[in-house]
């Protein structure tokens, strides 16, 4: 049986002037709405108990498996309010699919993807004012699923009893100093994901592990990491986000994700944006030496990382402990021919070709 979410109204909802003040300047992250979805499952009897609350802490047991094994699994998308006042979401359906696949990897049980949108989609609609204007920008209402351990048992195996939530997030750009290229870190030092690893996979425990080399990044004057794959030398992706390189000839290239680079929404809708505009679309092993040389001898002209939460930004240089790298200046026109292309496509400025847009609202 399909759950439905049904709805416990926040009996102490925020004003309407503490909405528009956190809309002023929403950062990223930061504030979160009235409300929840949560949903439990239990082993023998499935997913019950599936619920919109008001949003507040979760009672756990300090015993709660997921704070001693990191058995959690997490996604994120958008909702984008159209120029109409209509609330839309982007590729939904992808996002739960690969919320299944990272279940499946860290031993959580699947939740039906008609599940998984109604939480996400009711959720939104009870939180709706929420959602920003764009007028003209990039505000947006980050959404945030996540599924975790919820068990008291310091055994280790899977948990048998699951907790599954959705919190709402108003959010403006990705990086505090907005679409500016950034400078990235490429570590030689750290890896994120191993082969047969759960770099496919998008946990927390990916994002722990690659903090330590955040911070090498930052002490080296960049904002973010670009981690290889040390065995078989090539390039994965960012802590978390995907990487794009384009060549003089026009070659929008990716590393091939190959089991241990996340399947961004983002990435794959480039690829299709991209073979759109004509571009030699290339999903291959990209060794760090072709990008270091390539950026060298001139052959690569823009390199730029996307993800959900700050869509593409373009990418000034890549510095490692073998020297520093830098794009040609005032290079990223295809950068933002594709970014362009994207964001008009989520915020209903240019028509939706891909049939990739689902209003809700
Ligand atoms: C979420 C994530 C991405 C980007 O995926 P999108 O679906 O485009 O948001 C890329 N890499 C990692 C490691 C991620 O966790």
């Known amino acids: ?50 619920v919109i609350v008001p949003y507040g802490p979760l009672q756990m047991d ?6 001693h094994y990191a058995q959690e699994i997490f ?13 839309w979401l982007f590729r939904p359906e992808r996002n739960a699919a690969r919320l299944n696949q990272s279940a499946h990897r860290l031993c959580l049980p699947e939740l039906p993807v008609e599940d998984f949108l109604t939480s996400v989609t009711e959720l939104v609609r009870v939180d709706e004012r929420w959602v920003p204007s764009a007028d003209g920008g990039e505000q947006s209402l980050y ?17 048998e009893t699951v907790l599954y939530c959705v919190i709402l997030s108003p959010v403006g750009t990705y990086f505090a100093e907005g679409v500016r290229p950034i400078d990235i870190w490429i570590t030689h030092d750290y890896s994120r994901a191993g082969i047969g690893g759960t770099g496919a996979a998008k946990c927390g425990g990916n994002y722990a592990s690659s903090l330590i080399a955040q911070y090498e990044g930052y002490e080296n004057g960049c904002s973010q990491v670009l981690f290889v794959q040390p065995c078989v030398d090539r390039v994965d992706e960012l802590g978390g986000m995907n990487v794009f390189v384009v060549s003089r000839d ?32 290339q999903e291959r092993r990209l060794p760090p030496e072709e990008l270091e040389e390539g950026i060298t001898s001139g052959r690569f002209v823009e390199a730029f990382c996307c993800g959900t939460a700050a869509v593409i930004s373009p990418i000034a240089s890549f510095k490692s402990k073998h020297g520093a790298y830098s794009l ?26 891909f049939g990739w847009m689902h209003r809700i609202v």
């Open 1 to 50: 049986m399909s759950l439905s979410f049904a709805v416990q109204p926040n009996p102490n909802p925020a004003t309407p002037e503490r909405v528009a003040e956190i809309h002023a300047n929403p950062g990223f992250g930061k504030y979160f709405t009235d409300h929840m979805a949560v949903a439990t499952w239990t082993k023998g009897q499935g997913w019950h108990d599936d």
């Open 62 to 67: 300090p015993a709660s498996a997921v704070f």
């Open 75 to 87: 996604e994120g998308l958008k909702a984008y309010r159209h120029a109409d006042g209509s609330v």
């Open 143 to 159: 959404i945030r699923p996540f599924m975790m351990a919820h068990e008291n048992f310091l055994g280790v195996r899977a948990a």
């Open 250 to 281: 026009g070659a929008l290239i990716t590393p091939a994700t190959e089991g241990t680079i996340l399947h961004g929404v983002t990435r794959d809708s480039i690829l299709q944006v991209g073979r759109a505009m004509g571009l030699d679309v």
């Open 328 to 353: 040609p200046p005032g290079s990223g026109s295809i950068t933002m021919k594709l970014r362009d292309a994207i964001t008009d496509i989520q915020f209903g400025r240019a028509e939706d070709t």
